[in-house]
């Protein structure tokens, strides 16, 4: 395996794990309890159908399946066992420095399980890493032994280098546009001393462009015909009123105090 076929091999991973992870994503939000409105949410800190987590996240399993005849045990059973504990902790890894690089660069907590038992910051919890070694399994018996000859096709078709260029072309121009975005949400959130969650945010946008009867776009949720300062502001009295009301945002640490 060439270097440049091993790269274009990790590209297009990358690329259609992201794309899955953000689909998996938007009806898991869709349906959880905590949606009682049944609202669609966009995941993620980007606006197109892309979650970088889920990528990370397909690249490290593809990797590490291919790692297996390493691990230097000869019960197949126990080994197997083994590669998917491994893959549970690799994926919650890469889930808790994504989530602590957003909340410490950024301000921002894009997803939350503070509701759920044996969570750490509300970024992990026990579930989800089950549910990652349960994804690492899937994974490795029903998507890995047909990925390989799958990948074996697009990476010597001309038509892929068309199809990742396409992608990681839009994911550059989309990266500009919501790091300038959160930029401001960092500045906001900075002088207010707090952590802003993004799905509420959005969650609350999308509830005052209703009753205001404003558009409101599902991919660029948070470019509202309002200007988003007065969004965000909004958004933080909003969590005020909650706190007062005893329902605390564990993240807005002036409120404490206010308290």
């Not at 297009?12 to 905590?34: D, I, N, Q």
Request: with cysteine; glycine share 6%; aromatic share 16%.
């Amino acid at each position: 395996m060439t270097i440049v076929y091993g790269f274009m091999i990790l590209a297009l991973l990358f690329a259609s794990g992201s794309m899955f992870g953000w689909t998996l994503e938007v009806f898991y939000r869709r349906f959880k309890p905590a949606n009682k409105e049944r609202v669609w949410i966009n995941p993620g800190f980007l606006n197109g159908p892309c979650l970088p987590l889920y990528g990370f996240g397909l690249t490290a399993l593809y990797l590490m399946a291919m790692l297996e005849k390493f691990i230097p045990i000869d019960d197949d059973s126990i080994r197997k066992g083994v590669l998917f504990t491994v893959m549970a902790v690799a994926m919650t890894v890469i889930e808790l420095i994504a989530g602590e690089l957003f909340i410490i660069r950024r301000h921002l907590k894009l997803w939350d399980y503070s509701e759920l038992r044996f969570n750490y910051k509300g970024i992990i919890c026990l579930r989800f890493s089950l549910y990652w070694a349960l994804l690492g399994a899937g994974y490795y018996f029903f998507i890995h032994p047909r990925i390989l000859s799958g990948l074996e096709w697009f990476s010597h078709n001309l038509l892929f280098s068309f199809v990742i260029g396409f992608f990681y072309g839009i994911l550059t121009i989309d990266l500009v546009i919501s790091f300038s975005l959160t930029a401001k949400i960092k500045a906001f959130a900075s002088e207010n001393k707090m952590v802003i969650r993004y799905d509420e945010l959005k969650k609350h946008i999308r509830a005052e462009a209703r009753r205001q009867r404003r558009r409101y776009r599902f991919i660029f949720a948070m470019h509202t015909e309002r200007d988003f300062i007065e969004e965000l502001r909004s958004y933080m009295e909003k969590q005020l009123e909650q706190a007062k009301n005893g329902k605390l945002n564990d993240m807005l640490s002036f409120i404490k105090k206010e308290l």
